[in-house]
C-alpha cells in the first residue's frame, strides 16, 4: 500500500526560497519513477521536476531554479525551490509511478498521488 505525505508549503514573498517534502511509504521501489506536479483550479497538473535512477528532468520555467532530490534511507523527496515567481502559486503534488527505470513526465503515468501542499507566491 502505497502512501505519500507532502509538506512544507507555505506563503513567500517573489524571490524567495522553500522546500517541500515528499514522505513516501510502502512498495516503492528504486525502478519506480517520482515526481512534482503542481495545478491551480481549472487547469490541468503540470509536472515540475521528476527523478528516476539518478536522472532528474525539468519543465523549462523551473530549470535553473528548482532541484528534486531523493533519499532512500530516509524515504522522502524533496523539491528545493529558489528564485520563486507569483506563477510559481498552486497546489503542489507528489506522484509515483512505477516506470521501470524509465523517466515519466506525464500526470497520466503517474497512478498514485499524495494530498498535496499549497504554494502561495505574492
Known amino acids: 500500500h502505497v502512501q505519500l505525505v507532502e509538506s512544507g508549503g507555505g506563503s513567500v514573498q517573489a524571490g524567495g526560497s522553500l522546500r517541500l517534502y515528499c514522505a513516501y511509504s510502502?512498495?516503492?521501489?528504486?525502478?519506480?519513477?517520482m515526481a512534482w506536479f503542481r495545478q491551480t483550479p481549472g487547469k490541468e497538473r503540470e509536472g515540475v521536476a521528476h527523478?528516476?535512477?539518478?536522472?532528474?528532468s525539468y519543465a523549462d520555467s523551473v530549470k535553473g531554479r528548482f532541484t528534486v532530490t531523493k533519499d532512500n534511507a530516509k524515504n522522502i523527496l524533496y523539491l528545493q525551490m529558489n528564485t520563486l515567481k507569483p506563477e510559481g502559486t498552486a497546489m503542489y503534488y507528489c506522484?509515483?509511478?512505477?516506470?521501470?527505470?524509465?523517466?515519466?513526465?506525464?500526470?497520466?503515468?503517474?497512478?498514485?498521488w499524495g494530498q498535496g501542499t499549497q504554494v502561495t507566491v505574492s
Open positions: 506522484g509515483v509511478d512505477p516506470c521501470n527505470w524509465g523517466l515519466d513526465t506525464r500526470s497520466a503515468d503517474y497512478g498514485k
Open positions: 510502502g512498495d516503492i521501489y528504486d525502478s519506480y519513477c
Open positions: 527523478i528516476a535512477s539518478g536522472r532528474t
